[in-house]
């Protein structure tokens, strides 16, 4: 008889995911079980799950791990101590005795011998949920087989704290989210086995976080969760290479579904039993920002990359992000020296660095933050793109004549002048005061505030034309490489 697993949200789609990998290397061919958001298994393969689980446990181990005092819970407690908190699998107690009962085979340790205590122990874990008696409730996870009877409680098991940690510190914590406390979400055994999956589904990354990508099609989960294996968090090039790449080649009905449907889940530990979970959606008009502009995302904006990706998933204004890198580029050696631990200001005081007295010019890469912030309020890119083009170059152009008509380091106090009366001006939003800055730096070069500025100024242009000028104004010719 066949068995069946549903997945239907995040955490069975991270179970689903972590099972195909682990079919992946245990030599199966996971496109043979997977059918839509089901994975079908025939019964033979079905009784292979504790063999299938337990040799992702232990693939990548090495000899180190024999110098293990106590060596079941470190291989075990590594890999899903963190999401199984007092599981069948991860229970101190349950641990112990079980070494206990098989303490013989634990003398002159080898590595393939190792291996074979952690296929014995899950072997039987998973052996001993399936001898349970049944009860009349359906489970939730496939509405098709019963909940088995928890021996403690005496009552049909039911989805807690121990089957996914994360969710819930506590037995009792689940079920507060019920009318009149009562916990409704039955588990069946072969459920409880696949949610043991979800662990391996995610990934670790360099910040000790756990990241899942779930997007309602299993088989581009595990697409786009499989890139993230590679470049440990999400980055612009695993937007570029996974999220793009991905759905270029689906029917384009299905890719935009797709697209709109992308779910991402952190997972932060902060003790034993509990953790920290942060998940976000992205917008259509973001994915059509990306769409549009990752490929463009400049190099030298890599370091800040993840407050880049924050401000655009919380609905920030990357305005906000560029002028905190201005602030710290132009304030590096006085207001803020030294007295922010900020980041992005920092990020911003380095971009100024110089053996010399001048600050090194600005990349008008900086400015990519802007265009992508005017692509998601739904401007257009071309017009956009010229209106910034064409700001940038009248702040280079006022840079170049001061430079010519006083000199370079004249020049350099009339231009930080000018520029922090703009710079302030841009935090105040005050298109006066802006006016006033621009009516000044024109009057010292001896030129005429050239008309289209009139148009350029209006309220809803202001940010992209002042930042554009004042990079520009502080910028360099030629562009040097992003």
Same mark, same amino acid.
Request: overall charge positive.
């Given at each position: 008889?066949?068995?069946?697993?549903?997945?239907?949200?995040?955490?069975?789609?991270?179970?689903?995911?972590?099972?195909?990998?682990?079919?992946?290397?245990?030599?199966?061919?996971? /496109?043979?079980?997977?059918?839509?958001?089901?994975?079908?298994?025939?019964?033979?393969?079905?009784?292979?799950?504790?063999?299938?689980?337990?040799?992702?446990?232990?693939?990548?181990?090495?000899?180190?791990?024999?110098?293990?005092?106590?060596?079941?819970?470190?291989?075990?407690? /590594?890999?899903?101590?963190?999401?199984?908190?007092?599981?069948?699998?991860?229970?101190?107690?349950?641990?112990?005795?079980?070494?206990?009962?098989? /303490?013989?085979?634990? *003398?002159?340790?080898?590595?393939?011998?190792?291996?074979?205590?952690?296929?014995?122990?899950?072997?039987?874990?998973?052996?001993?949920?399936?001898?349970?008696?049944?009860?009349?409730?359906?489970?939730?996870?496939?509405?098709?087989?019963?909940?088995?009877?928890?021996?403690?409680?005496? *009552?049909?098991?039911?989805?807690?704290?121990?089957?996914?940690?994360?969710?819930?510190?506590?037995?009792?914590?689940?079920?507060?989210?019920?009318?009149?406390?009562?916990?409704?979400?039955?588990?069946?055994?072969?459920?409880?086995?696949?949610l043991f999956f979800s662990a391996f589904g995610f990934t670790k990354t360099p910040r000790k976080t756990y990241l899942f990508v779930y997007v309602p099609d299993l088989t581009e989960s595990y697409r786009l969760n499989d890139k993230l294996q590679i470049e440990k968090n999400i980055s612009a090039d695993w937007l570029k290479e996974s999220v793009l790449e991905v759905v270029k080649d689906l029917e384009k009905e299905k890719a935009e579904w797709l697209y709109q449907n992308i779910y991402v889940v952190e997972i932060e530990k902060v003790g034993d039993a509990q953790s920290n979970i942060y998940s976000f959606s992205i917008p259509l008009r973001i994915v059509k920002a990306i769409r549009l502009l990752i490929d463009e995302y400049p190099k030298m904006l890599n370091e800040i990359f993840s407050d880049f990706l924050d401000y655009v998933y919380s609905g920030k204004n990357l305005y906000e992000l560029l002028f905190k890198i201005l602030a710290g580029y132009f304030f590096a050696e006085s207001k803020y020296s030294g007295k922010v631990n900020d980041k992005v200001i920092n990020f911003g005081k380095n971009l100024a660095k110089n053996k010399g007295k001048e600050k090194k010019p600005l990349y008008k890469s900086i400015l990519y933050l802007s265009k992508f912030q005017e692509v998601l309020n739904m401007n257009e890119k071309d017009k956009v793109e010229k209106q910034i083009n064409w700001a940038y170059s009248e702040g280079l152009k006022v840079k170049e004549i001061l430079e010519e008509k006083f000199g370079k380091e004249r020049a350099r106090k009339k231009k930080e002048g000018i520029s922090y009366r703009i710079l302030d001006a841009i935090r105040r939003r005050d298109i006066d005061a802006f006016q006033q800055n621009l009516i000044r730096a024109y009057l010292e070069v001896e030129r005429e505030i050239p008309y289209i500025f009139v148009e350029a100024l209006k309220e809803e242009n202001f940010n992209r034309v002042a930042y554009a000028f004042l990079v520009g104004l502080n910028g360099r010719k030629p562009e040097g490489t992003s």
């Open positions: 008889m066949a068995v069946k697993f549903y997945t239907f949200n995040w955490l069975t789609a991270s179970a689903g995911v972590g099972l195909i990998k682990a079919l992946k290397e245990y030599g199966l061919n996971w /496109q043979d079980y997977v059918k839509g958001n089901v994975i079908e298994f025939p019964e033979d393969i079905a009784k292979k799950l504790g063999d299938i689980y337990a040799n992702y446990l232990v693939y990548d181990l090495s000899e180190k791990i024999l110098d293990s005092k106590n060596i079941l819970n470190s291989i075990i407690l /590594q890999k899903i101590g963190d999401f199984y908190n007092n599981s069948i699998l991860t229970n101190p107690s349950t641990l112990s005795s079980w070494k206990k009962k098989n /303490q013989e085979e634990f *003398k002159n340790l080898t590595l393939e011998k190792a291996k074979e205590l952690v296929r014995k122990f899950i072997n039987d874990k998973f052996s001993e949920l399936l001898s349970y008696p049944l009860t009349e409730k359906k489970c939730f996870f496939c509405n098709e087989r019963y909940a088995y009877e928890n021996k403690k409680k005496r *009552k049909p098991k039911t989805f807690g704290a121990e089957n996914f940690t994360p969710l819930s510190a506590s037995f009792e914590t689940v079920e507060n989210f019920f009318y009149n406390g009562r916990n409704t979400i039955y588990l069946c055994a072969h459920c409880e086995i696949f």
